[in-house]
């Protein structure tokens, strides 16, 4: 039996080598991916995203409980942009997750940045195939809201929720207005500390302001993560998200949407791949160099030539 149906039938070693091979882009790759593809589209993707520290790992432990809990099957995926190894933020993670580990239900794995910030979102989209055709129910991902890649990872999700803090300073406008963008559903915890009303008061002054553009009405839930208080609800405000994602047809939409995106960036990286190939393989090349260090020509005229005789006619 090859990789990818051992790993169909709930092998965990399968699934970790799978994705291994396809975060590291060995060649069998695509062949898995495409063997893959037809059993994708089932899973409900949800981003978590906020400020460091924020509570999301814990937040997302709590909400993985309840779910195992209700029979379903999930699977996490913790990014970490910033590093290049395995580093303290993720160790944590590992750490407050820990006892899912043994949970049947749920499987972990944890991402770095190991190449550029635009690898890590490409190979997290395929981790999400991976798990979504391993008949996983729910994905989780889980990062720091800031950058361009997070963004990209978070696009990847159906549902993004969005935990804020209280005490992140006194003017939550500071916020930038792109997470307020983004959010489907909003969770302020930590509300056991002071000031979470507050939060909760002016996150629902900014959603009116910016109001609702589609027939979604964007809740926001408090929670103390620590203290598993408020994980039912988000968990049922999750599902309420799909169930409307997939009834007014916006599923549809935008992972169609998605779709083109990414069936793009493949074409634009296999054209890249294979030009600068034959780029590389030109005869020319050498004497091209030459030619240009005696100022007998520029590097401008020659790739003006370079290309003229690779485009097809
Ligand atoms: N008081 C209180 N502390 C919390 C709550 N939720 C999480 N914490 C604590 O806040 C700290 C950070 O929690 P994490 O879950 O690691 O936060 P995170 O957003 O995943 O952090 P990064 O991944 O490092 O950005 C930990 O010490 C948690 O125990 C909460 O609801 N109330
Ligand atoms: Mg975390």
């Known amino acids: ?40 589209g089932k899973a409900q993707v949800i981003g978590i995203t906020g400020p460091p520290g924020s509570g999301k790992s814990t937040l997302t432990d709590k909400l993985v409980k309840e779910l195992s809990k209700r029979g379903q099957k999930i699977g996490i995926i913790a990014v970490d942009p910033t590093s290049p190894f395995t580093g303290g933020a993720i160790l944590g993670d590992r750490v407050r997750m820990s006892d899912l580990n043994l949970d049947e239900n749920v499987y972990i794995r944890s991402m770095g940045a190991r190449g550029s910030l635009g690898g ?10 991976i798990l979504d055709a391993c008949d996983f129910d729910y994905i989780f991902i889980e990062t720091v809201g800031v950058g361009q890649s997070e963004v990209e990872i978070i696009n990847a999700a159906d549902t993004v929720l969005v935990v804020m803090v209280p005490g992140l300073g006194d003017d939550i406008q500071a916020i930038k207005a792109g997470i307020l963008e983004i959010g489907d559903i909003f969770v302020v915890n930590k509300a056991d500390r002071e000031g979470a009303n507050k939060v909760v008061l002016e996150l629902q002054m900014m959603l009116d302001l910016k109001g609702e553009k589609s027939g979604w009405e964007t809740p926001i839930f408090m929670s103390d993560a620590t203290e598993s208080k408020g994980i039912i609800e988000i968990v049922d405000g999750i599902l309420e998200h799909f169930t409307y994602l997939k009834q007014s047809g916006e599923l549809w939409t935008t992972r169609r949407n998605k779709l083109e995106k990414e069936l793009l960036a493949i074409v634009s990286k296999k054209l890249y791949t294979q030009m600068l190939q034959r780029v590389k393989q030109e005869k020319k090349l050498n004497e091209y160099l030459d030619c240009i260090m005696r100022k007998e020509t520029n590097p401008y005229s020659v790739v003006e030539l370079l290309i003229k005789d690779l485009m097809p006619r």
């Open 1 to 40: 039996m090859d990789l990818v149906q051992r790993a169909r039938e709930g092998d965990r070693r399968a699934l970790a080598r799978l994705i291994t091979v396809v975060e590291n882009q060995e060649p069998e790759a695509v062949d898995f991916l495409q063997e893959m593809y037809p059993h994708t």
């Open 120 to 129: 890590l979102a490409e190979t997290t989209n395929d981790v999400i195939k």
